[in-house]
């Protein structure tokens, strides 16, 4: 399994990103897939996974200001984010797990003040 994530950049406060992650391998759910990031200095953390088709759930920081979503044709994991705040920069990494976590190299989001 392979994930390759990006999308990421400098933005506004205030601004909006989508992300995406493509995924490569066989036999794929994506119930099992969804995005976390990491700050400097921070341990890294949730921002939106899938539990099902029609079911997710979202890390307390971005409750509200995140959709995931995902192309099942495309092989493509979605991360949309509004209201960027300067708290939500970091590293966003794109996460499949099965028997493991497998991680995407991550991209970086910065949003300036």
């Known amino acids: 399994v392979q994930l390759q994530a990006s999308g990421g950049g400098l933005v506004q406060a205030g601004g909006s990103l989508k992300l995406s992650c493509v995924i490569s391998?066989?036999?794929?759910?994506?119930?099992?897939m969804g995005w976390y990031r990491q700050a400097p200095g921070k341990q890294r953390e949730l921002v939106a996974k899938?539990?099902?088709?029609?079911?997710?759930i979202f890390g307390e920081p971005v409750k509200g200001r995140v959709t995931i979503s995902r192309d099942t044709t495309k092989n493509t994991l979605y991360l949309q984010i509004y209201n960027l705040k300067p708290e939500d920069t970091g590293v966003y990494y794109c996460?499949?797990?099965?028997?493991?976590?497998?991680w995407g190299q991550g991209t970086q989001v910065t949003v300036s003040s």
């Open positions: 996460n499949y797990f099965a028997n493991g976590d497998y």
């Open positions: 899938f539990r099902s088709f029609d079911n997710s």
């Open positions: 391998g066989s036999e794929i759910n994506f119930d099992n």
